[in-house]
Nanobody
Framework: QVQLVESGGGLVQAGASLRLSCVAS????????MGWFRQAPGKEREFVAC??????????SGSVTDRFTISRDNAKSKSTVYLQMNSLKPEDTAVYYC???????????????????WGQGTQVTVSS
């Protein structure tokens, strides 16, 4: 069974940076694409970024391009995906979720139904 565990959330002021981490593990976890989504209070969950297994392809939401960077480090049956968030804005406040999909592609990566495994989320709060 694949497990995803996020960390790195917190309370910061506008303009600050945070780096989220997601450790994905499981006996058959390899060659998968992963992504980050977020859900603000009272809103639907939305796509943030996704990345293929070796990091060769990355895709971002237009609202975070040039501010957020997704990356990953892979090991046997384990992968850590990072989301470096710079120049944070109050509208970035949300619970951030890590997700993994069995296919190693960013095609349709913004569609949450394409993902097979989800973490529990980590809260990011940006004050003005």
């Amino acid at each position: 069974q694949v497990q995803l565990v996020e960390s790195g959330g917190g309370l910061v002021q506008a303009g600050a940076s945070l780096r989220l981490s997601c450790v994905a593990s499981g006996p058959t976890f390899s060659n998968t694409a992963m992504g980050w989504f977020r859900q603000a209070p009272g809103k639907e969950r939305e796509f943030v970024a996704c990345i293929t297994w070796r990091g060769g392809n990355r895709y971002y939401s237009g609202s975070v391009t040039d501010r957020f960077t997704i990356s990953r480090d892979n090991a046997k049956s384990k992968s850590t995906v990072y989301l470096q968030m710079n120049s944070l804005k109050p509208e970035d406040t949300a619970v951030y979720y890590c997700a993994a999909r069995r296919l190693n592609t960013v095609a349709d990566g913004s569609d949450e139904t394409r993902y097979d495994f989800w973490g529990q989320g980590t809260q990011v709060t940006v004050s003005s």
